[in-house]
């Protein structure tokens, strides 16, 4: 084998003075095995140069598989691998122009900051390896610390330690294994910001893992839900969570309350829905199915609950169910959140925001009200539970 | 009334007392370095440096510390350098037998002394190697090996394998690696091993004793001299080994210091 075509050296390209910035990755059909274990099963996969792609999952589902994957410190069972147009698949790990900030950064304890930061950039040859690594640690304000030890940094110095010794080769693709899961909640959110800034500024493509949803939807343009070694959804956050199309999905991004009910016809761009003695309505173009048996999704923050017979919100294009009983009230401040029994249809959680003052109390009776708009519809056969965390 | 605290007085009385029953051994034969001694050296019969300015004095003192230097350099050279690449193979690599191997490489430590030195004499006897220096060597540098193997196994079994990953990430290739990050952690366990073996081979005196033959090394020396008094030169060797190996230690601990000063200078 030659290495004449290897993704270092086209790294080393790139290091001489090409732009830098991210190039598209493509995995098709992955599968990994241990064993009997599917770990990945027949993933495909393409985000495009530049973006900042999250990869958000339960834990156990395959995340961290699959970029090891990525990164050629696992090899799949079945599938290729692109970066760019070029097939990593077969190459190893220091051949690849792809750079990994560790879960628990794996910093070189022996040496000092400045040598971690400039390791990448040693082993490729670049000839001011030392100036860069100090412009890199610059980049996450650690310059003044170049000459410590790993052991001598706080947890969140030395993540950004971990970062600044990958952005500091400019990979193609840059990879986070739940960089942030070790941080306390202040420093993550300060993290996540300054994260995304440098992802801005180096404009290289970042795979984000986690498993915090509120990290990967306000960090990510793409979200990957993933979920026993597959991709449930890929699509922006706000599509994910407008839209879900499958109850993992549904119910491991916020909430859902999801119901089965009957597609009883369908007019114009809209499908008629009956549960129990209630009727709704959903555009077609939400409902992944459109006869028979389905089921139906809706957000709770997007349920209004009025006293009985009391104007809803709108007129057309609204939904109501009257006959509610509220069962448990929980005040949060911003908002009351409820769990009100329907008769005939099952139990609904409802956010209410508290713009006026009025809290219902458990056992009072109410209407629900939705608009139809956000109502979205499953495979009839879906597991409503699937993706519910358990707490 | 005060309250009786035994920590107070307990704790360094008893370590101070461990300490003399310690050192008591080694400051005698210091300060009998300095006896002016006669035949014997076992009674005090004066001051005097002459010891000390000529501690090569007394016939073939100077001979077996060289010999015992020289083992021990090899016989510690030798069983590191194998020691490591063999425990490199046995914590690395998984091969049939590698179960058994793992256990044979303990039985050198586990045999009695008397044991291994008989056995290899009967060996060296059977293939008709003449005993001298080099039987001496390969005798010390199995024991040693087995010692090294064992101590540096124990740091390869608790190095973060993560750390490797990362520098195959950072574009290492296995043997870059391995120069800059896995040789590099290990180095402190291989210099422990390097010196804990050369302690035991320059301590050796029973499987030394069935394979030198005619070359005779310092504890035999000793052993030799005992019956009929050991020369006050023997007592400045062992007392300046002693200060060399103090002088090592503080040296080792200054540095370090030296080092941990200089990066939080900087840092
Ligand atoms: N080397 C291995 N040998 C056998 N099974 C493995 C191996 N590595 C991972 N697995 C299994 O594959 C599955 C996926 O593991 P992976 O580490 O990718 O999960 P993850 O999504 O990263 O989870 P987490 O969020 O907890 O980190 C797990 O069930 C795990 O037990
Ligand atoms: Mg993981």
């Not at chain 1, 410190?73 to 147009?85: A, C, K, Q, S, V």
């Not at chain 1, 949803?213 to 990957?224: F, G, I, S, W, Y």
């Not at chain 2, 000793?222 to 008094?229: E, L, Q």
Request: glycine letters at 10%.
């Amino acid at each position: 084998m030659t290495n004449t075509v290897n993704a270092a050296d086209t790294g080393g390209a790139t290091g001489a003075g090409a732009p830098a910035g991210g190039a598209d990755l493509r995995l098709e059909s992955i599968t990994k095995r241990f064993g009997d274990y599917l770990a990945v099963d027949d993933l495909d996969l393409r985000v495009p140069a530049g973006r900042f792609f999250a990869l958000l999952g339960p834990s156990g589902c395959g995340k961290t598989t699959t970029l090891r994957m990525i990164a050629g410190l696992e090899h799949p069972t079945r599938g290729r691998i692109l970066i760019g147009d070029e097939d990593v698949t077969a190459t190893r790990a220091h051949q690849r122009n792809v750079n990994t900030v560790f879960q628990n950064y794996a910093l070189f304890p022996h040496l000092s900051i400045l040598e971690n930061v400039a390791f990448g950039l040693r082993r490729r040859r670049v000839a001011d390896a030392e100036a860069r690594a100090r412009e890199a640690l610059a980049l996450v304000e650690l310059d003044h610390l170049s000459a410590r030890r790993p052991a001598q940094l706080s947890g969140g110095q030395q993540q950004r330690v971990a970062l600044a010794r990958a952005v500091v080769n400019r990979p193609h693709v840059l990879l986070l294994d739940e960089p942030l899961g070790a941080l306390d909640m202040k420093l993550r959110r300060q993290m996540q910001t300054e994260l995304k800034t440098i992802q801005h500024e180096v404009g290289l493509t970042f795979i984000h893992v986690t498993h915090d949803q509120e990290e990967a939807m306000t960090m990510a343009d793409t979200v990957a839900v993933m979920n026993a070694g597959r991709i449930e959804q890929i699509g922006p956050p706000e599509e994910l969570y407008d839209l879900p199309r499958t109850a993992f999905v549904a119910n491991f991004l916020g909430k859902s309350n999801l119901f089965t009910a009957q597609v009883s016809g369908s007019t114009g761009d809209w499908l008629e829905l009956g549960f129990g003695p209630h009727l709704t309505r959903l555009p077609a173009a939400r409902a992944v199915q459109s006869n028979g048996q389905v089921i139906a999704g809706i957000r709770p923050e997007k349920i209004v609950a009025v006293r009985p017979g009391e104007p809803g919100p709108g007129e057309h294009g609204w939904t109501k169910v009257s006959g509610g009983r509220v069962l448990s009230t929980s005040y949060t401040g911003v908002s009351t959140e409820y769990t009100v029994d329907v008769p005939g249809a099952g139990e609904f959680e409802v956010f209410s925001q508290n713009l006026r003052s009025e809290v219902f109390a458990e056992g009072a009776e109410v209407d629900l009200w939705w608009d139809e708009r956000n109502v979205f519809g499953l495979p009839g056969d879906s597991d409503t539970e699937a993706g519910v965390e358990e707490v | 009334m005060r309250k009786f605290d035994l920590s107070r007085w307990f704790i360094p009385v008893f370590g101070g007392l461990a300490f003399v029953y310690l050192l008591v051994p080694i400051a005698y034969i210091f300060v009998f370095s300095f006896n002016d001694a006669g035949r014997t050296n076992l009674s005090w019969r004066g001051f005097t440096l002459s010891n000390w300015q000529n501690p090569c004095g007394a016939p073939q003192v100077c001979e077996a510390f060289v010999n015992s230097l020289q083992v021990g350099v090899i016989a510690t050279v030798v069983a590191t350098v194998l020691g490591t690449l063999l425990a490199f193979g046995l914590e690395r690599y998984r091969f049939r037998f590698s179960g058994t191997a793992n256990i044979l490489v303990f039985l050198p430590l586990a045999t009695p002394e008397v044991v291994l030195g008989a056995s290899l004499l009967s060996q060296f006897l059977n293939l008709g190697v003449e005993l001298g220096m080099t039987t001496t060597i390969i005798s010390h540098i199995m024991f040693c090996m087995s010692f090294v193997v064992v101590t540096i196994r124990a740091r390869i079994a608790s190095l973060d394998p993560k750390l490797e990953e990362a520098a195959a990430d950072l574009y290492a290739s296995g043997p870059m690696t391995f120069w800059k990050v896995t040789f590099p952690l290990l180095v402190p366990g291989i210099v422990a091993a390097a010196l804990l073996s050369f302690a035991m081979s320059f301590d050796d005196f029973i499987v030394a004793n069935f394979n030198s033959g005619p070359f005779t090394t310092f504890p035999q020396f000793i052993y030799v001299a005992a019956t009929r008094g050991i020369p006050a030169e023997a007592n400045v060797i062992g007392s300046g080994m002693f200060l060399a190996a103090i002088a090592l230690v503080l040296g080792a601990q200054l540095w370090r210091y030296w080092r941990g000063k200089r990066v939080s200078a900087v840092g």
